[in-house]
DNA sequence: CGGAATCCTATCGGATACTG
DNA sequence: CAGTATCCGATAGGATTCCG
């Protein structure tokens, strides 16, 4: 294997497939902190499943997820609603309902969240099967230089 | 579609495909909590990035993240070392050298970081190629029973 | 070189109370 | 019913400093 001058920044195609996944800093711009950023707060991803069912209100969704108080889920939705995830349209007539639904990018966020699920699923049976994982004995004692 | 006395909590199979997935709230065991976990804090993505191509020392990670802090590889590592995704080994000799890298476990996120990239490029895309997707032309004005 | 300890600040999440 | 406004405690992230 080759080692250049200096940098062996090997970016790896699956992982950085383009040029702007280049960063060295978790710039808002990266897609990773971008998808990251969709589904991220507290209750984010329950929000957004009960979504993917289908519209819902603002009091069924809390009914759906009772622990959750008053404050939260109106962040939630606004901050989707910023990013273009939901959209509410008000339903007028009697007590004034609301209904919230994904927009297409929203229903787009649905293979992360079934990924999302399989991974930390194999994470626990990973626990639970196997211990700690201390590695520590397959590592090789490689002391060359440093490199740089 | 039968719907029972009460509850149409329609559990999307794809989304929920287990019984431990039907939480109301965000609880720690929740798979996708365990893998949004995993990835969680401002630059964890991106040490495991680095880590995803092989073995690092400490500064060789500092050296790549140059904006990083002290304090937070460190906090970082450590955490990712409790969940049993980086092993470290010291390598002793010299100036003390350390070397991470990932266990199974943490090559196991491999795939999720690649849908990460994924959908966050894709929102980004939408973002540019469309408009904010105000959907409220799109939504249907059914007016019927609310269900619940 | 590789950390641990400490301090400080910004932000988040939650509870409560009030408005349209 | 559907929010908004305000307060508050907990925590995350960053800088700095010191120790193995």
């Given at each position: 294997m080759a080692h250049q001058t200096?940098?062996?920044?090997?970016?790896?195609d699956a992982l950085v497939p383009e040029e702007r996944g280049r960063t060295s800093r978790p710039e808002p711009a990266y897609p990773v902190e971008v998808a990251l950023a969709a589904v991220a707060g507290r209750w984010t991803t329950l929000v957004l499943r009960k979504l993917m069912h289908g519209p819902h209100s603002f009091g069924s969704l809390r009914e759906r997820l009772p622990e959750i108080s008053a404050k939260v889920p109106t962040e939630r939705l606004r901050v989707l609603e910023r990013r273009g995830l939901v959209a509410h349209d008000r339903l007028a007539g009697f007590p004034v309902r609301t209904r919230y639904q994904l927009t297409p990018a929203g229903a787009a966020l649905r293979p992360l969240l079934i990924e999302l699920y399989r991974t930390g699923a194999a994470l626990t049976a990973a626990d639970a099967g196997g211990p700690p994982a201390r590695t520590q004995a397959a590592l090789s004692g490689r002391s060359g230089s440093p490199g740089k």
């Open positions: 200096e940098t062996h920044d090997d970016w790896d």
